[in-house]
């Protein structure tokens, strides 16, 4: 699917305007052949590059470089920025990206785009340049230049470029497929432009991504409409090379439905469309896609009929005047149809006929490495020559031989040290790679370790919590139930009362238990309000005394549940030990929170004896939870003076 999708890209987006190519390329030949000055010949032949994605590589290579000798002899600013376009653009057909940026980013840097005749070299160059950094999977980069362009085209008013750089941002969006998202930048690409006849191919192109969009969506009416309009509108331009990769989103549209039947006719007609063309390399991709077609509809004799009629026909040899030539595109088109016949075989498991297809699967890829020995020798070659002229046309007067060897060991060296570089990139990219996964990897593992710590400390704090409080109070249930059933079929009523106030505790515990479980992070005004609750549940249980709650809270901090809980059962262990040892008659407890969390619990009674340490009455227990929540707790306590437990935080909020 993301093949389809970078065909579209590379051939809907690569042109600016996608014009008639069957008929435009004739014309302007037509005005190449008749031009009798040099002036009409630059001018038809820079209009012939403009189809650079329709041409034969070797013919938009030989016409590029006849444009800039021409352009550089007789021609314009703007001519001589076009020629430049232009062989950026037979750069980029061969693959060489490095070299096509080389080559556009003057034209880029040589136009501005706030001057009227300068900005439409301007829009085509930087979109070119976008388009180089697509077509070598640099989406990043491609987009910061299409949103460039459409912020620059929005303020310019330039409602074509701004429509085609915006398709194009959808394209990469499909790449990703992203559908959801990339719909509206189509509406918005589409809105901009009006029923002119000169914005048919933009809007054809935004149509066919449009379908595309839906298809991926699973919205297959949507997607058949919309991949309707886009082929109506390229068939009216015959736009052959937007109308194949239109005819191949279809034969997908067809494929998602499982309507295997149409989109058999439509994949054939489709090869039909690029054999026409004489497009080898997409010629054998969909010759390809219609192989695997058959093998996904288990029709795998016609999958073995099909490659066996592309290896009678598909020779070898290509017929070049009367001396045949053996070109490396024909033994590659020969090895994936083989590889696509074994795969046949296998699938049908034909085993004899499998083995026999890879032994010969075999000798077509000792013939390519062969031939690839002798292209590469003869592309270097080719590579030298086009620099030498280069060099010729630039300076003439300059002594050809001696310019030449300098050339020559320059780029040798370029070559050695572009090598060396790309190797030690690699390895340092490698060994990186390596470091970073060790480091990730110890990293989870102390994460994981660190959690399994947490949990425990968590584990054991909860259970020290349910036993120093519900298993005292289930103790003091146990004892009340013995001595009821001592006391005979007339138990003790204070037994009884013992009993209930005990399983009260409990509830109670357990719901202030839950309650900070409940919660990540509590107010210390929750806290607070916490503790009024519980005062007010024991006042009835002790009329004889006097609770007074005093609140200051100016700084209302947030404490963690673990630390809510040991705050609250501190004030509780300090009420509790006033209510039952101290003989007071008022207890106040005071919660202030400024500069410091201080919580202070103080009474009127007897206070604490000699014979009372402060590890005694479940004050050792108070201050392990105070050193728990790094606090520091004091008991401030003279024999007939009262107590005082004082709570406060070791550090400003």
């Not at 020969?334 to 075989?345: I, M």
């Not at 890879?358 to 620099?387: C, F, M, P």
């Not at 037994?495 to 479980?517: A, C, P, Y």
């Not at 201050?623 to 004082?646: C, F, H, L, Q, Y």
Request: a positive charge; hydrophobic letters at 40%.
């Amino acid at each position: 699917m993301k093949k389809c999708i970078v065909y579209l890209f590379l051939g809907c987006f690569f042109s600016e305007y996608c014009n008639a190519q069957t008929r435009a390329i004739n014309n302007i030949s037509q005005k190449i052949y008749a031009a009798k000055a040099e002036g009409q010949l630059l001018e038809a032949i820079l209009q012939l590059c403009e189809e650079s994605q329709s041409l034969d590589r070797d013919t938009l290579d030989y016409y590029a470089i006849q444009a800039e000798v021409l352009a550089k002899k007789i021609g314009s600013k703007q001519q001589n920025d076009l020629a430049a376009i232009a062989r950026a653009n037979a750069y980029s057909r061969w693959g060489w990206t490095d070299s096509a940026l080389e080559k556009i980013n003057p034209v880029i840097s040589s136009n501005d785009v706030n001057k009227v005749k300068e900005r439409e070299i301007f829009f085509k160059a930087m979109r070119q340049k976008a388009l180089y950094y697509g077509t070598t999977g640099k989406y990043p980069e491609a987009l910061e230049l299409f949103y460039k362009i459409v912020s620059q085209a929005e303020k310019c008013k330039d409602t074509l470029a701004q429509a085609v750089n915006l398709n194009s941002i959808g394209s990469i969006g499909l790449i990703n497929e992203t559908p959801q998202k990339t719909l509206p930048v189509f509406r918005q690409a589409l809105s901009s432009l009006s029923t002119e006849k000169k914005y048919n191919a933009a809007k054809a192109a935004i149509y066919v991504n449009m379908g595309e969009g839906f298809r991926l969506m699973q919205r297959y009416d949507s997607a058949l409409y919309y991949n309707s309009l886009g082929m109506q509108l390229f068939k009216t331009d015959e736009n052959l090379s937007s109308l194949g990769i239109t005819l191949q989103r279809r034969s997908n549209i067809y494929i998602d439905q499982k309507q295997y039947l149409k989109a058999e006719e439509i994949i054939k007609e489709l090869i039909v469309l690029r054999k026409s063309m004489g497009d080898d390399k997409r010629f054998v991709d969909d010759n390809t896609t219609l192989i695997d077609f058959y093998l996904a509809t288990k029709q795998e004799d016609k999958a073995i009929a099909y490659c066996k009629g592309l290896l009678v026909t598909g020779s070898l040899y290509a017929d070049n005047g009367n001396q045949p030539a053996l070109y490396l595109n024909q033994l590659s088109f020969r090895l994936q149809v083989l590889e696509a016949l074994a795969k046949s075989y296998k699938q049908k498991n034909d085993q004899a006929q499998y083995a026999h297809t890879l032994e010969s699967i075999l000798s077509v890829k000792d013939s390519i490495n062969l031939l690839r020995q002798d292209e590469g020798i003869a592309e270097i070659k080719t590579k030298y020559e086009v620099q030498k002229k280069e060099n010729l046309i630039m300076q003439q007067n300059y002594d050809l031989q001696k310019k030449s060897f300098l050339i020559y060991g320059t780029i040798a060296l370029s070559l050695v040290i572009l090598i060396a570089s790309i190797g030690l990139f690699h390895f340092h990219r490698k060994r990186n790679r390596l470091k970073m996964k060790v480091a990730l990897d110890e990293e989870k593992r102390n994460a994981h370790e660190a959690i399994k710590d947490a949990e425990e400390q968590e584990r054991k704090r909860i259970a020290a919590d349910l036993h120093d409080n519900i298993g005292a109070y289930a103790s003091a249930i146990r004892a009340d139930v013995e001595k009821i059933s001592e006391s005979g079929p007339k138990p003790n009523p204070s037994s009884l009362k013992n009993l209930e106030q005990h399983s009260q505790e409990i509830i109670n515990s357990l719901r202030d238990t839950i309650w900070v479980l409940n919660k990540d992070n509590i107010t210390i005004t929750a806290i607070s309000d916490r503790i009024k609750n519980y005062v007010g549940k024991l006042l009835p249980s002790y009329p004889s005394f006097q609770i007074q709650i005093k609140e200051q809270i100016d700084n209302d901090i947030k404490v963690s549940s673990k630390n809510a809980l040991n705050m609250f059962r501190i004030v509780q262990e300090a009420v509790h030990n006033a209510l039952k040892h101290s003989a007071a008659q008022n207890i106040s407890i005071a919660i202030i929170s400024n500069d410091k969390l201080v919580i202070q619990v103080s009474d009127d009674g007897k206070g604490l004896g000699a014979k009372h340490s402060v590890s005694g009455n479940g004050l050792g227990n108070m201050k392990s939870r105070a050193a728990a929540m790094d606090m520091e707790m004091a008991v401030v306590a003279n024999p007939g003076e009262g107590t005082t437990v004082i709570l406060q935080s070791n550090t400003t909020n």
